[in-house]
């Protein structure tokens, strides 16, 4: 069974930084991973995208304030949050996919870790 496991959410006030790391097994490091969030109330949408090779997308909403990464090494991936906004709070998830064209909708990731709650407080 394939676990993905977050961490580093919390609150911060709006300006602030925090970055999130996901745990994965060395299988998913070759795929697709991706950061998508779930605000209250509202769908999941994806934020960042980093393919195999290493080439990132972000979502308009967070570009120039989020960096995604990867260590293959220590088999994590992490997103650097920079100049939060309060509506950056949401839960945010970690996931994988197999895929070709590194990105698109949660239904097309295959596997996912259980969330961490990003709180910025204005």
């Known amino acids: 069974q394939v676990q993905l496991v977050e961490s580093g959410g919390g609150s911060v006030q709006a300006g602030g930084s925090l970055r999130l790391s996901c745990a994965a097994p060395?299988?998913?490091?070759?795929?697709?991973l991706a950061w998508f969030r779930q605000p209250p109330g509202k769908e999941r949408e994806g934020v960042a995208f980093i393919s195999l090779g290493g080439s990132t997308t972000y979502s308009d909403s967070v570009k120039g304030r989020f960096t995604i990464s990867k260590d293959s090494a220590k088999n994590t991936l992490y997103l650097q949050m920079n100049t939060l906004k309060p509506e950056d709070t949401a839960m945010y998830y970690c996931?994988?996919?197999?895929?070709?064209?590194?990105?698109?909708?949660?239904?097309?990731?295959?596997?996912w870790g259980q969330g961490t709650q990003v709180t910025v407080s204005s």
């Open positions: 060395n299988l998913v490091m070759n795929y697709c």
């Open positions: 996931a994988a996919a197999n895929l070709w064209i590194c990105g698109g909708a949660p239904n097309k990731f295959d596997y």
